[in-house]
């Protein structure tokens, strides 16, 4: 027993880890402070911590302040969401996506929606089509600024009050999506062939004056930061994701976008009316925690130019497939099918199979934060703790993704 | 008599010290929330009494109720030692401070150096509490906390020798009475208290440099498993010292308790518009941390201790060489130090940040574009 802090009786992660220092020793590849005894301590970070950002627990291996291992452990937020769709009819399941990624929950009911749409065969009428690029977009920018600002306060809760200005603004967006949508968080809003209500009136225009004010509280965000040169040293050329491990590992998002690697599923899988809307897909250079802050900082400017001409190319017309009502009682055909959706975090999928009955016989989810996840070892080993927090911050992870 | 005279007086200023130090606590922590709180664009603390002036009371009354909780695996006597120990800096340290004329305990003639010594105590205690806790994170920050401030002390005590060569005295006293008539030792050696003042900041444990307690990464830092009014002590403390320090700073380099008017209100010997002055000073400077720490994201140890060791340590020695052969051989010496000082400190605030960030763009650019 290298470590004289561990608990009496470690739990299969911590003995993981220590079993892990006793093979490096054996190798040879013990501590850098030679000298010292005792110099490699195992230390549980999570599921209670401030910055894991939900109930992620990682169980880190230090040598003094360096990162020498790390070993995630995930299901402290395990509600078995895929079950629990075997025993639900397609209509009730609705609010349970929502709880998967909860920063982005529309997004999330959008993919399960046009998987069950794809399944089942069902016409979308091209206004609910724009609302919901709309309602996406718009929390898209509110899941990006929870992310930035977050990611902004691992570094120093205060130091950078960004936090507080992002969580500012994401409220005025919070407040759209509650009145088209009656609620802040767990909207149940999209229904398939539509959504559950048209927009309220006036909402166009109170939206179209708040998508004129984003930009500048974007670059007012940027302007706390970007010219900090602490901010700079915390985060350039630090835990540099290569093309390469997002091909591995089947990273997504912007994350992906930020090694440089140009996958967007709105332009390389394009679903609902994204083909017909103009934007670009934003990618980083180096791939570094820079360029994953940059990324998510021009994705927000790129959202608001798509909600933008969104607004101005809504047309009229129903909302809903006139075909289906409540209750939504549908059984598709049997079959199975695959539906991936850009989430704020990258590819958001679903598969769906049925079996004829109207019950799902199996729903799996691709969360893009569980595939992000993955690299978390590889990318915080041999940098210092705080780096290592710095990192996993820009990694922004949804627990609720992840655990399901 | 005079020995119960001696022995009332040390009474009162054992008082005084006490009350300065809990009364200060309680005031900065609520003007540390309400400023942060506006420039973070929300409200704040603002239920407890008038402006929520009172929230600090609430507090303190609310930590004193709480359960006086140990970990059963803590080092019994050091863990109950350390939150004792901590107020002893911040008491002690202003035996030497001079409040106003004639209010002053007592004007060592090593006050600099007691000065640079009490100020240890604090980090004595968080590495005591810090270790007794018996929690990987209390150790981690005890120990940052102990390597900060070995590196820190360095440029604090170079930047007080550059005082102590144009005062001529380790005396606070001294000091005092050379910046009377608004001759202010900021105004002809603000690079000297640039240098004073950063290392303050480090010595404080507060942000950019508030690494002991690193809250996104080690959970509460050395308080981790500090609850109730233990926990209590060393945030008093905290919030103690940034006005300890500031009166300290106003002392050493501005004026002290000189202001207009100084002279209007004297009774029992003591200056007591010196003394408004003084605390108005010292505030200036508190308000001044809380910007400080508002406004930069926290150093990473590797840089912190860089920034010691490759920046402020050159530095300072090379102020205190400057400051030191203007003192013995510029007759107008005033001016020649003014000359030289305000001039190092343009060039390193023009210089340093600018130089930084070149440094840093350079090295993005030389990272290899991984863009497919």
Redesign the interface.
């Known amino acids: 027993m290298y470590d004289h802090?561990a608990t009496p009786e470690p739990d299969e992660a911590m003995k993981l880890a220590l079993r892990r220092i006793e093979e490096a020793r054996a190798r040879g590849e013990g501590s850098n402070l030679d000298g010292i005894e005792f110099n490699e301590?195992v230390?549980n970070m999570g599921p209670q911590?401030?910055?894991t950002h939900g109930v992620l627990r990682l169980v880190v291996t230090?040598d003094g302040?360096l990162v020498k291992d790390v070993i995630p452990v995930i299901g402290y937020l395990h509600r078995c969401k895929e079950k629990l769709a075997e025993k639900r009819t397609y209509y009730q399941y609705i609010p349970i996506v929502d709880r998967t990624e909860y920063l982005a929950s529309i997004n999330c009911e959008w993919a399960y929606v046009m998987a069950v749409e794809k399944l089942a065969g069902i016409e979308v009428p091209r206004r609910a089509e724009f609302i919901r690029v709309i309602l996406g977009e718009l929390m898209r920018i509110a899941s990006h600024q929870v992310a930035v600002g977050t990611f902004?306060?691992?570094?120093?809760?205060?130091?950078?009050?960004m936090a507080?200005?992002t969580f500012?603004d994401r409220e005025k967006i919070l407040d759209l999506m509650e009145e088209v949508t009656g609620a802040r968080m767990m909207f149940n809003y999209f229904r398939f062939g539509g959504v559950r209500y048209d927009l309220p009136p006036g909402w166009v225009e109170k939206c179209r004056d708040l998508m004129k004010q984003m930009p500048k509280l974007i670059d007012e965000y940027e302007s706390l930061?970007d010219?900090?040169?602490?901010?700079?040293?915390?985060t350039?050329?630090k835990g540099?994701i290569?093309?390469q491990d997002v091909v591995d590992y089947g990273i997504t998002g912007p994350n992906a976008r930020a090694?440089?690697?140009?996958l967007d599923l709105r332009r390389t899988r394009p679903y609902s009316v994204y083909p017909e809307l103009d934007f670009e897909i934003c990618?980083g250079?180096?791939?570094?925690v820079?360029d994953r802050y940059k990324v998510r900082m021009n994705e927000m400017r790129q959202s608001v130019r798509i909600i933008e001409q969104c607004l101005d190319m809504l047309p009229r017309g129903p909302v809903q497939n006139s075909s289906l009502r409540a209750p939504y009682v549908i059984a598709p055909p049997p079959g199975a099918c695959y539906v991936g959706q850009e989430n704020p975090r990258g590819e958001y999928g679903i598969y769906l199979e049925s079996d004829g009955s109207r019950y799902p016989y199996r729903l799996k989810y691709r969360d893009p934060c569980f595939c992000n996840l993955q690299i978390f070892p590889k990318l915080l080993r041999g940098n210092?703790?705080?780096?290592a927090?710095a990192i996993s911050g820009s990694i922004d992870l949804v627990l609720g993704g992840i655990d399901r | 008599m005079d020995l119960v005279i001696d022995i009332l007086r040390a009474l009162l200023f054992v008082v005084i010290a006490y009350a300065v130090v809990f009364v200060a606590a309680l005031v900065n922590i609520v003007f540390e929330r309400r400023f942060?709180a506006f420039?973070?664009?929300?409200l704040g603390p603002n239920r407890t009494g008038p402006q929520g002036l009172l929230q600090s009371v609430a507090d303190a009354f609310k930590m004193m109720g709480k359960e006086d909780f140990r970990p059963s695996l803590a080092d019994p006597v050091l863990f109950t030692l350390a939150p004792v120990m901590v107020m002893i800096g911040a008491v002690a340290i202003q035996v030497v401070l001079p409040y106003t004329g004639g209010l002053v305990a007592r004007d060592l003639d090593v006050g600099l150096i007691y000065i640079v010594a009490i100020t240890g105590f604090t980090t004595l205690a968080i590495l005591t509490g810090g270790w007794a806790s018996?929690?990987?994170?209390s150790l981690?920050g005890a120990l940052r906390a102990a390597g900060q401030m070995i590196s820190y002390e360095v440029p604090m005590i170079l930047a007080l020798l550059a005082v102590a060569a144009v005062a001529g005295s380790l005396s606070l006293g001294d000091l005092v009475a050379l910046q009377d008539g608004y001759r202010w030792l900021v105004l002809y050696a603000p690079f000297t208290f640039l240098i004073f003042y950063i290392a303050s900041i480090a010595e404080l444990n507060r942000?950019?440099f508030?690494?002991p307690e690193?809250?996104?990464?080690l959970?509460a830092g050395y308080g981790s498993e500090y609850s109730g009014m233990r926990f209590g002590m060393f945030f008093l403390n905290e919030y103690a010292g940034m006005t300890i320090m500031s009166m300290v700073v106003a002392t050493l380099f501005f004026g002290g308790w000189h202001g207009p008017g100084e002279d209007a209100l004297v009774f029992w010997g003591v200056h007591w518009v010196g003394l408004l002055w003084f605390v108005l000073k010292a505030y200036v400077l508190v308000f001044a941390l809380v910007w400080v720490?508002?406004?930069?994201?926290?150093?990473?140890?590797?840089?912190l201790m860089a920034f010691a060791w490759k920046v402020l340590i050159p530095l300072g020695l090379v102020n205190l060489l400057a400051t030191a052969a203007v003192m013995l051989w510029v007759p107008r010496w005033r001016l020649g130090l003014a000359v030289f000082s305000w001039l190092a400190l343009l060039a390193f605030v023009g210089l340093f940040?600018p130089l930084?960030?070149r440094r840093?763009r350079r090295?993005?650019e030389r990272?290899?574009?991984?863009?497919?």
């Open positions: 802090f301590v230390v911590h401030p910055s230090l302040e902004t306060a691992d570094l120093s809760p205060l130091g950078t009050a507080f200005y500012r930061v010219d900090n040169a602490i901010f700079l040293q915390r350039v050329g540099v290569t093309p090694s440089g690697v140009p990618v250079e180096h791939g570094d820079f210092k703790i705080a780096d927090v | 942060l420039m973070q664009d929300r018996h929690n990987k994170y981690v942000g950019p508030d690494l690193s809250e996104s990464e959970v720490r508002l406004s930069l994201p926290r150093l990473q140890v590797d840089q940040d930084l960030k840093l090295q993005r990272l290899p574009v991984v863009n497919a």
